[in-house]
């Protein structure tokens, strides 16, 4: 169970080996190719050069119907206009799983995907109704269902957590991490470095398409790669009563004229 | 696996309640019944409808002596036969082309994910009348040369042609100058419509008074032309698209999502476009050469469904296609009635009665919302 990628152009040199059970966080400045590897390894684009392999397969060889039964994708932008529930947008999730009626189980996977999410309330709410951090909680458990009766599945997010709040991006990479206990593979586009250190196995940092470091928090997550990978200064700093230090920027004082 | 287990007890009680929980939103079975009774009464009242009035006694008496049910033929002949040859044909094919104009434009409109998509925007409207414009000057000109080779059907003929052939130009025009996605193919298609109609502008130009006429007419839709034959013709296209599109119902509504999340969830955007705009084609296309280019249905008819049993793609393409039969087969029998002995164009009905009707939805929505 591993991917395995090497592309030239926009992404060069890319190796990665993704396992199950592991959360990949991927970070870098904007532009570095991140959302393109997550579109390379979900199949959207194929690589110009190069092989993605999937559960020792290559991914070329699946189909999408196959592919949409063993790895779940939440893209970053989710735009519905249309007034669907949000029970039924997630439901569709399931779409790959049965034929033309959800079965009971269906249902209750929706259902109790909607209870993770902590959304279960919005159940019958019109999408378009919902805030933007709503929305992609909504999108979340749609991923979720997708994924969740599949036996070594990976679970592909572009920046899952844009427009939650505190509390419920804290709750998403809660949940990520206890999928890979489960015995998935998580691999997340991240911006929150701080939450990449807190709940990452491994993190992939990208400059310019290209691997700048990788390997575990505390080895990437150091204040020169966070200097050169996104040109700030940064302090590290470990308070005394958490298990894992704390990145913050150091600001110089903006300069009033 | 705690959770494994709440999924299974929360399956269990579900299904224990499952019978007693009914406020499911309405089944396809549902939406085809109700609609299905709202059509077989515009049956009714339609094919009873007209300068000779059949009373819905007599409808029945002449239907049951048809099929054999009973032996006593209805006293007034005329009536039998005004029914099974003049009525009943228009009335079937309003329905074959109501349904097409319907089901095509739902469809449309799930995969351009766009609320004012229709028929229009693939070219198939648009080269149907270049075709027929075409044929209908060239007939005059050389009346009866023309007619001699293909009969009757020739404008029909011509104008199906017309309509599968621009459309096939705007799909390969939008394969080879953009990425093939859903977008380069509405804006190719706005393109060829403009240059399709500037032709049919430049034919309309160097017409006569009389073919003039003539093409507004066409332009404006007529089910006049309505015998068994037509109802023949048109019946295998539309039914071929009433009979599939509806497989394809699950796939349009996950491109709701997105065409990126819908191919991650496992649609193959490549066939579904193929096959929704082969099989729209194939309706409207078919639909438009028999009567004319009759707008509004394809576009709004989708839209009045979609306010009434929510936006799902498995009741919304049926549901349109019953709509789309229901509001032609009323617009029609108005036509032909409410200038009777002349007959106004059905086009101008449908949306003369159809837009304060859809302007009531939308502000029922907004209403609703509020």
Known sequence: MHFVVKNKSLLQEINLKAKTGEFWAIVGANGAGKSTLMKLLSKELVPTSGKISFHEKDLKKYNLKELAQKRAVLAQQNVITLSFTVHEIVLMGRYPFYESKPSQRDLSIVDHCLHKVGIIHFKDRMYPTLSGGEQQRVQLARTLAQIWEVREGFILLDEPTSGMDLLHQYETFQLAREMTQKGYGVIAVVHDLNFALQYADRILMLKKGKIFASGTPNEVLTGKNIKEAFGVSVRIIQPDDTPFPVIIPEASPVAVI | ?370
Not at chain 2, 210 to 216: G, P
Not at chain 2, 265 to 270: E, I, S, T
């Open chain 2, 1 to 370: 696996m705690i959770e494994e287990e709440t999924i299974t007890k929360a399956e269990q009680k579900a299904q224990k309640i499952a019978h007693k929980n009914f406020k499911q939103p309405l089944s396809p079975a549902w939406v085809i019944l109700i609609l299905g009774v709202v059509l077989l009464a515009c049956v009714v009242f339609s094919v009873g409808t007209g300068a000779l009035h059949i009373s819905f006694s007599e409808i029945a008496g002449i239907v049951s002596h048809k099929i054999g049910l009973s032996d006593t033929p209805i006293l007034e002949e005329q009536k039998e036969i005004v029914f099974w040859v003049i009525r009943l044909p228009r009335v079937c094919l309003g329905i074959l082309v109501g349904a097409g104009l319907g089901i095509a434009g739902a469809a449309l409109q799930g995969l351009f994910r766009n609320p004012i998509a229709d028929a229009t925007l693939i070219g198939v409207t648009s080269g149907a009348s270049l075709f027929a414009v075409i044929v209908i000057m060239v007939n005059i000109k050389f009346f009866g040369i023309i007619n001699e080779y293909a009969g009757a059907y020739t404008l029909s003929f011509s104008a199906f042609a017309g309509a599968a052939l621009t459309t096939m130009i705007v799909y390969q025009l939008s394969k080879m100058t953009g990425d093939g996605g859903v977008t380069t193919m509405l804006l190719c298609g706005i393109a060829i419509n403009a240059f399709v109609g500037a032709l049919t502008g430049l034919m309309t130009y160097l017409a006569t008074d009389e073919q003039l006429r003539t093409i507004t007419f066409w332009t404006l839709g007529s089910l006049g032309g309505a015998n068994w034959t037509t109802v023949i013709s048109v019946a295998p296209f539309v039914g071929v698209s009433i009979l599939f599109m509806p497989y394809l119902a699950k796939s349009l509504n996950l491109l709701v999502l997105g065409e990126s999340q819908a191919a991650h969830l496992g649609v193959n955007m490549k066939i579904l476009k193929r096959s929704i705009i082969v099989l729209a084609t194939l309706a409207v296309g078919s639909s438009v050469a028999v009567a004319g280019t009759i707008g509004f249905v394809g576009l709004v008819v989708p839209h009045i469904i979609r306010s009434i049993f929510g936006p799902d793609n498995r009741y919304l393409l049926v549901g349109s296609a019953f709509g789309g039969a229901i509001v032609l087969t009323i617009a029609d029998t108005i036509s032909r009635t409410i200038v009777a002995p002349a007959e106004l164009p059905i086009g101008i009905l449908t949306a003369l009665l159809g837009t304060p009707f859809f302007l009531y939805l939308l502000w029922n929505q907004k209403r609703n919302r509020v």
